[in-house]
Nanobody, 125 residues
Framework: QVQLVESGGGLVQAGGSLRLSCTAS????????MGWFRQAPGKEREFVAA????????YYADSVKGRFTISRNNAKNTVYLQMNSLKPEDTAVYYC??????????????????WGQGTQVTVSS
């Protein structure tokens, strides 16, 4: 069993930055690909970014490419999402997710085994 806890959300003005963190319990973090997703009110959960279990491969949604950076520190069981040049349309609840014992990232929520509780990000215009 893996438990994921996100932190770092908040209210920021457009153009600002936030860094989200997701810390995992358990021994399988370094064996798990990780992803970030977000869900705005009235919308489906959408893929944001993902990283392989080694950290050597990353992938981003077109909407955040060049502004967001995903990274991980396996020694700290933590994955990060650095968000720069934030826009009002980035407002959502952000979730981290783990693909247990899987090297490769995925963009589909159903391919992830564990989810955090989410952290709210609000970008004001």
């Amino acid at each position: 069993q893996v438990q994921l806890v996100e932190s770092g959300g908040g209210l920021v003005q457009a153009g600002g930055s936030l860094r989200l963190s997701c810390t995992a319990s358990g021994r399988t973090f370094s064996s798990s690909a990780m992803g970030w997703f977000r869900q705005a009110p009235g919308k489906e959960r959408e893929f944001v970014a993902a990283i392989s279990r080694s950290g050597g491969s990353t992938y981003y949604a077109d909407s955040v490419k060049g502004r967001f950076t995903i990274s991980r520190n396996n020694a700290k069981n933590t994955v990060y999402l650095q968000m720069n040049s934030l826009k009002p349309e980035d407002t959502a609840v952000y979730y981290c997710a783990a693909r247990s014992m899987t090297a490769d990232w995925a963009t589909t929520p159903s391919r992830y085994d564990y989810w955090g509780q989410g952290t709210q990000v609000t970008v004001s215009s």
